[in-house]
């Protein structure tokens, strides 16, 4: 199996820009997903193949790859995106991993 | 509404057997993949597996397989994850959740709908 690295935490003031790296040999060939999950609620998917956001989904989220790392931008980030992360992929057999998750503290 | 419902919490000692379930609706159940997915309190997602109710191909996480099996029972648009000897280290909230299907009608590798999620205590 492979694995995928974020970092354990990032913090942001309200307003500035965020990015949350995911790390992982698998990324060169597979995309990379993303997710919100908030305490006590379920996962909420952000970001798809990369870079497409699911309808209803604010465009102040996005992502990119290259290589090997993937990473979630939130642009003028908001006191209600103060959440959890984690990126997710899969491999080829059909075999899907999350990334550790990443812990987000709006200043 | 599509939706996935799942059973209620459970609590139970270590040696014991589970099996808990999660019900869709609103959809064609058994043209989607259900997966299910772990999360120990305090920390991370962790996939399991995931699988085809059209013909029950599953795949699994190597760090479950052989510990939980995954199932579904067409009739009643319902899958499962079942432990035969429970463990302390089982104890953990369990998500089920059904795959994104893109824009273009196409799957992705990716969870949109969750369950609840259910949570399972076991005592040692």
């Known amino acids: 199996s492979y694995e995928l690295t974020q970092p354990p935490s990032v913090s942001v003031s309200p307003g500035q820009t965020a990015g949350i790296t995911c790390s992982g040999d698998?990324?060169?060939?597979?995309?990379a997903y993303w997710y919100q999950q908030k305490p006590g609620q379920a996962p909420v998917l952000l970001i798809y193949?990369?870079?497409e956001r699911p309808s209803g989904i604010p465009e102040r989220f996005s992502g990119s790859s290259s290589g090997t790392t993937a990473t979630l931008t939130i642009s003028g980030v908001q006191a209600e995106d103060e959440a959890d992360y984690y990126c997710?992929?899969?491999?080829?057999?059909?075999?899907?991993?999350f990334g550790g998750g990443t812990k987000m503290t709006v200043l | 509404e599509v939706q996935l419902v799942q059973s209620g919490a459970e609590v139970k000692k270590s040696g014991e057997s589970l099996k808990i379930s999660c019900k869709g609706s609103g959809y064609n159940f058994i043209n989607h993949w259900i997966g299910w997915v772990r999360q120990m309190p305090g920390k991370g997602l962790e996939w399991m597996g995931i699988?085809?109710?059209?013909?029950?191909?599953?795949r699994y996480s190597p760090s479950f397989r052989g510990q939980v099996t995954i199932s579904v029972d067409k009739s009643v648009s319902t899958a499962y994850v079942q432990w035969r000897s429970l463990k302390a280290s089982d104890t953990a909230k369990y998500y089920c959740?059904?795959?994104?299907?893109?824009?273009?009608?196409?799957?992705?590798?990716?969870?949109?709908?969750w369950g609840q999620g259910t949570m399972v205590r076991v005592s040692s």
């Open positions: 193949k990369d870079s």
């Open positions: 699988i085809y109710p059209v013909d029950s191909d599953t």
């Open positions: 997710q992929s899969s491999d080829t057999s059909g075999i899907w991993v």
């Open positions: 698998a990324l060169t060939k597979q995309y």
């Open positions: 959740a059904r795959p994104f299907v893109a824009p273009n009608g196409n799957w992705v590798d990716a969870f949109d709908i």
